[in-house]
DNA sequence: AACGTATCTAACAATTTTGTTAGCACAAAA
DNA sequence: TTTTGTGCTAACAAAATTGTTAGATACGTT
């Protein structure tokens, strides 16, 4: 067997992993259904990862990473005027969190039931955010002296975003049936939801 | 044993099961670590609930009934002018959550995981959510044809106050450590949060 | 071709976890 | 006093789940 296909099986087995992982949790997760959705015996997924316990960390590892890219696609572009940057910021965020809709719920869970794990997400997010803080304060102080906005507090600016954009996608199962035809394609729904959620934060820093 | 004791065995173990559903959910949660917290042989949670899923059955209905209170929280005074009501409605709301903080997670993660109880959800939740949502867009609508508020549509209204007032208790473990000083006691971070998810939703009624 | 190494499989082992059962103790009813 | 039923325990049973191991197979290197 060559490299690619070694690379092919081992990467298989990352993938029904990821899926795994990211639908039910680590609790909820067996290493056999990990193994038999990749096509390999369950002796394959010991050789290659040792312990379950291992093959999560790889997930894990691989997640933060992403979430921190997500934090990073709310800072927005510094070039332009600060209500554009973070409109901007707001919509590259939702569409982040769109393509990774799982991403949320695994990340809050997997933080709540093991908090040793924090210093790890800290490591990955923790600058990124103190960037994106600092960077977004300082241009909200200055236009808010400028008069051109109302004077936020970032973090808590931050939060909100955060909170509009994440929830859209924890509680899809939900609004579906409750939503009515608002929903009846998904797209649709969600464009509109990101049109929301811009329109409240850009009125919270709306000059009155 | 008389039959205040007995109630007082049986609750006990429904007390253990709750705390341990809530925190673990229902993979991470072990029959035997209920027990033993309730201070009762494994057999004794067997005899009285037969099997883990009937004890589990037990701890999501008393949470989806919950849940539907939190629902009902939300619709405010109907006696009271439209933006106090809505005040009213998040203030209630954010504050039953604070009083419950582990329900979004479990409702979320237990929705996720088992579509097919979503019924059950609906059975409860239904009737308030469209209860709360017509109640509410018919002075929203009489409101804004006065021109005393901006229109908006009730159920992406929600889905905000939702959002704002959930996601600060799904994320608190985050935040803490991020947020610095902002958060050195709960208390006051969550009446910030409070005022902060009030003044977000108020400001995107008001009239411009 | 012979050797060494990485890949892979089948079978087994250990542990955990849920669930059962036979029977004891005790109290209330007959 | 016998009977009956409920609460309860200890021991056992069954199944699922993770992990190991001995050896087979393939494959490149010398």
Same mark, same amino acid.
Do not use: H, Y
């Given at each position: 067997?060559?490299? @690619?296909?070694?690379?092919?099986? #081992? $990467? @298989?087995?990352?993938?029904?992993? #990821? $899926?795994?992982?990211?639908?039910k949790g680590y609790d909820g997760a067996r290493t056999t259904s990990i193994a038999q959705a990749a096509g390999v015996t369950h002796a394959m997924l010991h050789y290659y990862f040792r312990t379950k316990e291992q093959l999560f960390e790889r997930i894990v590892d691989e997640k933060f990473e992403t979430m921190s890219h997500s934090m990073f696609a709310i800072m927005g572009d510094p070039s332009l005027p600060i209500v554009e940057r973070i409109k901007g910021g707001i919509e590259a965020h939702f569409d982040f969190i769109a393509a990774n809709p799982l991403l949320p719920r695994f990340v809050i869970n997997e933080i709540i039931s093991r908090p040793e794990r924090y210093k790890l997400l800290y490591k990955r997010v923790g600058s990124v955010i103190d960037n994106v803080y600092c960077g977004l304060q300082f241009e909200i102080d200055r236009s808010a002296e400028r008069g051109e906005i109302e004077w936020v507090d970032v973090k808590m600016l931050l939060i909100s975003i955060l909170s509009l954009n994440i929830f859209t996608f924890l509680a899809y199962p939900f609004m579906e049936?409750?939503?009515?035809?608002?929903?009846?394609?998904?797209?649709?729904?969600?464009?509109?939801?990101?049109?929301?959620?811009?329109?409240?934060?850009?009125?919270?820093?709306?000059?009155?």
């Open positions: 067997m060559d490299n @690619q296909e070694r690379q092919s099986k #081992e $990467q @298989q087995i990352l993938a029904a992993a #990821e $899926q795994e992982f990211l639908t049936p409750l939503m009515g035809e608002l929903m009846a394609d998904r797209e649709g729904f969600l464009a509109v939801r990101k049109a929301e959620n811009i329109e409240t934060i850009l009125r919270r820093i709306k000059k009155q």
